[in-house]
């Protein structure tokens, strides 16, 4: 539910952990969720490695070569947003 409410609603670490409190009576402080977010992350990170799965390319435009997209190999894993 954490990582719904701020990847896909956009909710700040801190009204996540508001949400979570006040729907679920869960008490956690918006780092507690960023660290919660980054270990579901690593798990899901290892778990798509582990089946094979390859990042996706995206062409970059400029030089027409394709690049690694940053998706869910970088920012999934919670640190980077806020």
Do not use: C, F, N
Not at 9 to 23: I, Q
Not at 53 to 66: L, S
């Amino acid at each position: 539910m954490a990582a719904r409410l701020h990847y896909e609603l956009g909710l700040s670490m801190g009204k996540t952990a508001a949400v979570l409190h006040e729907v679920l009576g869960i008490r956690i402080t918006r780092g507690g969720v960023a660290q919660a977010l980054a270990r579901l992350g690593e798990q899901l990170r290892t778990h798509l490695r582990g089946a094979g799965v390859q990042r996706p390319r995206q062409p970059t435009g400029g030089d027409g070569r394709d690049r690694l997209a940053g998706g869910w190999d970088q920012g999934l894993a919670v640190g980077g947003g806020g």
